[in-house]
């Protein structure tokens, strides 16, 4: 086995550091989507639930009253 210069033993360092914080950056972004997305989910169930408790009753429509000629 050949031995491995400084210079790469840095490189891979700075790889390695790099690649934990976009692994950081990533899991963050990840945390972050799903906290909204629970948050939308927990807020559509109860408007759901409101709507349906207080919805107005339909309103019926009335046909036009037909007028004789006279």
């Known amino acids: 086995m050949q ?8 490189r891979l ?7 934990e914080r ?3 950056i990533i899991y963050t972004l990840l945390i972050f989507t799903a906290a909204i997305g629970l948050t ?5 169930h109860q408007y759901l639930i409101y709507r349906d ?4 009753r339909p309103v019926v429509k009335t046909l036009p009253m ?3 000629p006279r």
């Open 66 to 68: 037909q007028r004789t």
């Open 22 to 24: 976009q692994d950081r």
């Open 40 to 44: 939308w989910v927990i807020w559509r």
């Open 53 to 56: 408790q207080h919805q107005a």
């Open 3 to 10: 031995p491995v210069h400084a210079t790469t033993h840095r």
């Open 13 to 19: 360092a700075r790889l390695n550091a790099f690649i």
